[in-house]
């Protein structure tokens, strides 16, 4: 086992630059990088004899001259030296490998660069954006495997009953129907779209958050995520409760299931002590993928639609604003959770089924 982990350990730093490289060589070939953002800001801006980036966010003001002779789209009338001192800003004064190598540099020591367009940095907007996808993605998480697992298993093993066939119909339609769309119905009926006015539609907690009781701050934090993780609990539960289902079908109708029935044993003793072990194998295979998804990108949308100020949100808004330092330091702290969460999952797999010897393996 520990030659394996050795092994999976020392693969993690070669994945994580091939998938930087790869990540910042589509970003190069990309149209519209953060000179080209600042130049569709000041779009529009006439008679200005000034220019200058305020590094808090502020507005550019741009020098006009005749031509700058840039190859920057937008470019066209800006003095060439606020260009230059745009590209001095953002880094793009140097060849494409220096920026990649000392990007890698940076990261290595977990130094994840300053914001374009935010003025802080990357690894302090993550720290204040975390608790909303913690917060979504614990709790929705939590509610799937609770209503999945043990529904996965009563449907295998009531197979072909009235109750798989209704249940398997309340799946198919919470699978048919994306979370968003689910999300938007749910404000409708209950965040005073058209009808009921019970929860929140806005933030993850209240604006006298501070002055109410223990109790009352609880009450208010699961008030606020009753309708989103309700919204990501009924579009991720389908495929995880099939999953199940079909797993425990494989496994019930397996000679050793047979074999174990016919000693003697209870159902209960063939489901707990045979069969849930090994059908479990392929669900704990799935949740690194299925917790990075679920944590950090899978509440994208539920994140806007119930304005919620989370990792998804900052994501799609860094590769909207070409805000690069945001999107590799997300990329690069994602990626390596997801392979951390991978080695942790073979263990799971040990524990679970000690038969599985990890050190056999040549890869």
Do not use: C
């Amino acid at each position: 086992m520990a030659p394996y982990l050795l092994r999976r350990l020392l693969l993690i730093p070669p994945t994580l630059l091939g998938i930087l490289l790869l990540n910042f060589l589509i970003i190069q070939a990309a149209p519209g990088g953060p000179i080209e953002q600042v130049m569709a800001q000041m779009g529009g801006m006439d008679g200005l004899s000034s220019t200058r980036i305020d590094s808090s966010g502020g507005e550019a003001v741009a020098s006009r001259s005749d031509d700058s002779g840039s190859s920057y789209r937008g470019s066209r009338g800006v003095d060439a030296r606020f260009i230059a001192e745009l590209e001095a800003q953002f880094g793009f004064d140097k060849p494409a490998h220096e920026r990649f190598m000392q990007m890698v540099g940076q990261y290595l020591r977990f130094d994840l660069g300053e914001s374009f367009f935010r003025g802080r940095s990357v690894t302090d907007l993550i720290i204040e954006k975390m608790p909303v996808s913690i917060s979504l993605g614990l709790w929705s998480t939590l509610l799937i495997y609770l209503i999945s697992i043990p529904l996965g298993i009563r449907k295998a093993l009531k197979h072909g009953s009235r109750f798989d066939v209704w249940t398997s119909s309340i799946v198919i339609v919470g699978y048919a129907i994306p979370g968003f769309l689910f999300a938007i119905l749910l404000i409708v009926l209950f965040a005073g779209g058209s009808y009921l006015d019970w929860f929140p539609l806005r933030g993850l907690t209240s604006d006298n958050f501070s002055e109410l009781s223990t109790l009352g701050k609880i009450a208010d934090y699961f008030w606020h995520l009753a309708l989103p993780v309700l919204a990501m609990t009924i579009s991720g539960f389908a495929t995880l409760t099939l999953l199940t289902k079909n797993s425990f079908l494989d496994e019930i109708h397996k000679q050793y299931v047979l074999t174990a029935r016919a000693k003697g044993a209870s159902e209960q003793q063939v489901l707990y002590g045979h069969v849930f072990r090994n059908a479990m194998l392929i669900i704990i295979a799935g949740m690194p993928a299925a917790l990075v998804s679920i944590f950090f990108t899978g509440s994208l949308l539920i994140e806007v639609i119930f304005s919620l100020d989370g990792l998804g949100l900052l994501g799609f808004e860094a590769v909207v604003q070409r805000d690069y330092p945001v999107v590799f330091g997300t990329l690069y702290l994602f990626t390596l959770i997801g392979l951390l969460l991978k080695i942790i999952s073979d263990i799971t797999y040990m524990l679970i089924d000690p038969r599985i010897d990890f050190s056999s393996r040549e890869n």
